[in-house]
């Protein structure tokens, strides 16, 4: 099987010279989380939510608001280049190691596609038990805890996203795509001097997700697939007795993919 015939075909890309706000504005009308850059047509690199977070939250861009920062200060050039014809076995080689999580897809010095993890997911036919290859050691946090130690959680724990709970009741969510509209959103209400505080008071449960798919863990890795196919997520939360028992992602999924 190659590339292309599992990549993304229709790819929303924004030029590097186009605003932050724009940038956002994509994010939120296509529910993505990356966006390819171009510089007169050729890619360049790649904007995810994790660098517009980290953008937004560092000293030098307080105060400055996603309207007066360009693509090009937030663009990740750490990219990687497949071909059409690329086999696939070669990507699932590589799920879950460091490095990028979008592959662009060029032919002729063209960018005609790209790979993410969810174009991946089709592929999972295991009916093993989801809960055999769930991570038991849950990371969370609770609806009271501030986003900046929300989102220290994440890089210190090397997580996507953090289900909320709260007396032991799975109740919201918070990602790196939470985090950055309620940046945005603060640096468009809030004057420069009471960012800070505002930023420090800031709370979980002001900025969380509260629709959160969730899955019973006795489903197959299969069946665990089309629950986030369908629904557009990158984890469930797997539940017992109306705990969460475990943690399942797209990457634990597409490693039981053969090759």
């Known amino acids: 099987m190659k590339v292309k015939d599992v990549m993304t075909e229709d790819v929303i890309f924004v030029d590097k010279d186009v605003d932050l706000k724009y940038v956002l504005k994509l994010m939120k009308k296509h529910e993505i989380t990356k966006v390819p850059v171009v510089e007169e047509k050729k890619l360049i690199g790649v904007i995810t939510d994790n660098k517009i977070a980290t953008k937004l939250g560092s000293i030098r861009s307080r105060g400055v608001p996603a309207a007066r920062l360009h693509a090009s200060s937030v663009t990740d050039k750490n990219i990687e280049i497949i071909s059409p014809d690329t086999e696939v076995k070669t ?146 939360p797997l539940m017992e007795n109306d705990k969460v028992m475990g943690i399942v992602t797209r990457t634990d999924l597409i490693k039981t993919i053969p090759y």
């Open 91 to 236: 990507i699932l080689k590589t799920v879950g190691e460091p490095g990028p999580t979008m592959l662009n897809v060029v032919e002729d010095g063209k960018l005609v596609g790209v790979v993410t993890k969810a174009d991946l997911l089709h592929l999972v036919e295991s009916e093993k038990k989801v809960k055999e290859i769930m991570h038991e050691n849950i990371h969370s946090v609770s609806p009271e805890d501030r986003v900046i130690h929300a989102r220290r959680r994440m890089i210190d724990e090397k997580v996507a996203r953090l289900p909320v709970i709260n007396n032991g009741t799975l109740i919201g969510v918070i990602s790196d795509n939470e985090v950055v509209f309620a940046l945005a959103k603060l640096k468009r209400s809030f004057p420069l001097g009471k960012q800070k505080h505002r930023l420090e008071e800031l709370l979980v449960n002001d900025t969380m997700k509260t629709s959160v798919v969730w899955a019973d863990a006795d489903i197959t890795v299969s069946d665990a697939a089309k629950i986030m196919i369908e629904n557009n997520v990158g984890f469930l």
